[in-house]
């Protein structure tokens, strides 16, 4: 069965370029994305990062939203335990007024961030004695269009602009967590597949399907989808040769550092131990790079092992008509704009 496509940016800093340009790069590409036929645009959220500008992906939602006429635009997504559940709503439904029927509101509760950034984005959050991350879906899904139940405090108080339409609510992990309650709250769900390489993908949307509910009246069935690392180019050699700037990369993150993403140049003057070849030798073996149909076919592999029929990809590229040319590269191979 054919998959979905869909693009996730972390808008990334490139060493030797600032964090306005990752912004631009950002939005320069999601308007040809909008061309190219991809299903959905996602923004990132991360904080006090000297690897990713987007620490505020509604905004760039909006600017996106303004400027492109077919593909759906949203955040995978808002770190909600940060925030106030009637602000993020009220954030969403202006957007929703912007370009209705095209908004996707993906929230998670990592920090996005170091503990210290997080005390500094909302210090009562460290002070909470238990997780209100389910309540503030709850509150999020009644803002957002549901409505809030006659008991609850806030009840009487409206998330404006009140709009005919609601933007999509997603939920995002990276464990059982976040699957178990997507299930329970009958959301669609998405597994963060780029950041563990996999590892717990099966579990955790086996265990989204286990607790779906579909009494929940949202959907009628399960909804998965996964974020994936990939990386193409004409030829496989080169695609590999790109991938050396996110493998350096990926070698600093391991080690708790998020520096800008190196070019190719720098990654491969990169003085490297005999222990970090072997690290480097197993990632390349998970990688999922090459030519636009190898990629293809291992995505479309990778989506029916796990059971989702959407797949967003992501795809960090020190040079940005690199990244555009994989991205459009891959819509080709999977004749997205075949029809339209």
Known sequence: MPISLSILDQSTIASGRGAGDAVAETLALARRADDWGYARYWLAEHHNSQSHA???????????????????????????????????????????AIAPGRIDLGVGRAPGSDGR?????????????????????????????????????????????EVPTRPEVWILGSSDYGAQLAGYFGLPYCFAHFITDGAG???????????FKAEAGRLPAPQGAIAV??????????????????????????????????????????PLSEAERAHLERGRGRAIVGTPEQVLARLTALAAEMGV?????LSPCHDPEARARSYALLAEAAGLGAGR
């Open 309 to 313: 029929g959407e797949v967003a990809v």
């Open 229 to 270: 690392f990939a990386l193409t180019a004409p030829t496989e050699t080169e695609a590999w040769r790109l991938y050396r700037s996110r493998e350096i990369w990926r070698l600093h993150r391991d080690r708790g550092r998020y520096p800008p993403l190196p070019s190719v140049e720098e990654a491969e003057a990169y």
């Open 117 to 161: 950034t997080a005390v500094a984005l909302n210090p009562l959050a460290a002070r909470q004695v238990e997780d209100r991350f389910p309540a503030q879906v709850q509150e999020l899904l009644g803002w957002t269009g549901e409505g809030l139940p006659v008991d609850h405090p806030f009840a009487m108080i409206r998330a404006n602009p």
């Open 54 to 96: 987007g620490s505020a992906p509604e905004i760039l939602i909006a600017a996106i939203a303004a400027t492109t006429r077919r593909i759906r635009v949203g955040s995978a997504g808002i770190m909600l335990p940060h925030y106030s559940a009637l602000k993020v709503a009220e954030q969403f439904r202006a957007l929703e």
């Open 201 to 211: 993908c099966a579990e955790a949307m086996e265990a989204y399907r286990r607790s």
